[in-house]
Each structure stands twice: as structure tokens, then as C-alpha cells.
């Protein structure tokens, strides 16, 4: 039974398109985050969300919007979608929020390709 | 800049030798910790350590956390093929985050 997972694997899809991510956790976590994780693979956060509420938002364009219709599930939606927007992106899900000692679990990642 | 930089970039052994992997940060965490990411994969989780503990092992896995120096290593003693992946440091926020280093890449050679 997968713990944290994201759907679709892989994303190609053309500039200017809008596209979604879905991401659903089965552990009962309070906390779920967002990550993009570029050609480096350095790993950048961009959003948490405790108990559907947005608590963490780095600076994230616009064009991204999280939701998150319940606890279990958190959600990326990308507008107008951008060659940069490239990259591996993964939810992760906690216990609770990130001050609470509490390690995180990653779903699989959901590679976008925009050509 | 980055909060969690990681040394080295790579690193190449050959099976059974030991692996230590360098985590430096700037500021203040609550806790470090360590995980693994094997090529195409999710990241799992290895280790965590506290902010108030200094040395911590798991299985074949070490970790050490020198706050004073805002530094951390991870050794993965008598490696295996199978111990080939990415290591990455993360170190926990007060403010509610968890910030990634951008990693080494482990090598093993049967």
C-alpha cells in the first residue's frame, strides 16, 4: 500500500499549457509539502500545508497554485506552463508540522517536461 | 544561499570500505537529518538527530551533529553495491521547514 502517492509519473506537455498534479497520503499526516527538484537535483521546497492550511509559500510563481481539498490530499496546479517549470516534483507528507521532530515521507516524483 | 551544503558532490569506493558524507548549515535547526534517494526514486528517510544530541547510529549508519560548528556527517560503514544512491542533509526550521542540501552522489563498486 503506497504511503504518499502522486499522479502522473510523467508529464509532457507543451508551453502555455495548464496541468495538474494530484498527491494523496494514506499515513494520517497532518502536513503535506510541495518540492521541485531541478536537473541538479537540488531540492527546493515550495509550499506546506498543515490541516489544509497553507503555512509555508517560498516565493513560488503565481502560476503554481496549491489545494488541498483534505488533509490527505494536497494538490499542484501550473498555469501557462514555462520551458524552467522542467523539473521533478514531490509531495511529501509529516506528521506534523516540520518543528515537531517528525521525518518525512516522499511520494515517487512526477517528472514535467515542457517543450 | 543555501542553508544546507553538502561534501563531497561525489563519491566513488569500492565495496566494503566506508563512505563519509559532510552536511554544513547556517542557521539555528531543530533537528538534521539524513536521507536517501536511489536514481528515478522518492527520497526515504535514514536518520534523524536532535539538535541536543550529538552522535546517533542506525544499522551500519552513523551520524554525527556538531551544533557549535553547524555541521553534520553521515558514515555508512562496509558499503555495499546496493548502497549506491544520492545522500541528502535536511535540516528542520523552527519556522516549519525542511530545507534540503543538494546532496552526494554514492557510488559503490563491486
Known amino acids: 500500500d503506497t504511503a504518499v502517492s502522486q499522479t502522473p509519473k510523467y508529464l509532457v506537455t507543451q508551453m502555455g499549457n495548464d496541468k495538474s498534479i494530484k498527491c494523496e497520503q494514506n499515513?494520517?499526516?497532518?502536513?503535506m509539502y510541495w518540492y521541485k527538484q531541478d536537473s541538479k537535483k537540488f531540492l527546493k521546497i515550495m509550499f506546506s500545508?498543515?490541516?489544509?492550511?497553507?503555512?509555508i509559500n517560498e516565493t513560488v510563481p503565481n502560476r503554481f497554485s496549491p489545494k488541498s481539498p483534505d488533509k490527505a490530499h494536497l494538490n499542484l496546479h501550473i498555469n501557462s506552463l514555462e520551458l524552467g517549470d522542467s523539473a521533478v516534483y514531490f509531495c511529501?507528507?509529516?506528521?506534523?508540522?516540520?518543528?515537531?521532530?517528525?521525518?518525512?515521507?516522499f511520494g515517487q516524483g512526477t517528472r514535467l517536461t515542457v517543450v | 544561499s543555501q542553508q544546507g551544503e553538502e561534501d563531497p558532490q561525489a563519491l566513488s569506493i569500492q565495496e566494503g570500505e566506508n563512505a563519509t558524507m559532510n552536511c554544513s548549515y547556517k542557521?539555528?535547526?531543530?533537528?538534521l537529518q539524513w536521507y536517501r534517494q536511489n536514481s528515478g526514486r522518492g527520497l526515504v528517510h535514514l536518520i534523524l538527530i536532535r539538535s541536543n544530541e550529538r552522535e546517533k547510529h542506525s544499522g551500519r549508519l552513523r551520524v554525527t551533529l556538531d551544533t557549535s560548528k553547524k555541521s553534520s556527517s553521515l558514515l555508512i560503514t562496509a558499503s555495499r553495491a546496493a548502497d549506491t544512491a544520492s545522500y541528502f542533509c535536511?535540516?528542520?526550521?523552527?519556522?516549519?521547514?525542511?530545507?534540503f542540501g543538494q546532496g552526494t552522489e554514492l557510488s559503490v563498486k563491486p
Open positions: 499515513l494520517g499526516h497532518d502536513t
Open positions: 542557521t539555528s535547526i531543530n533537528n
Open positions: 500545508y498543515n490541516n489544509k492550511e497553507l503555512i
Open positions: 511529501a507528507s509529516s506528521l506534523g508540522p516540520a518543528g515537531g521532530n517528525t521525518e518525512a515521507f
Open positions: 535536511a535540516t528542520d526550521l523552527f519556522q516549519g521547514k525542511l530545507i
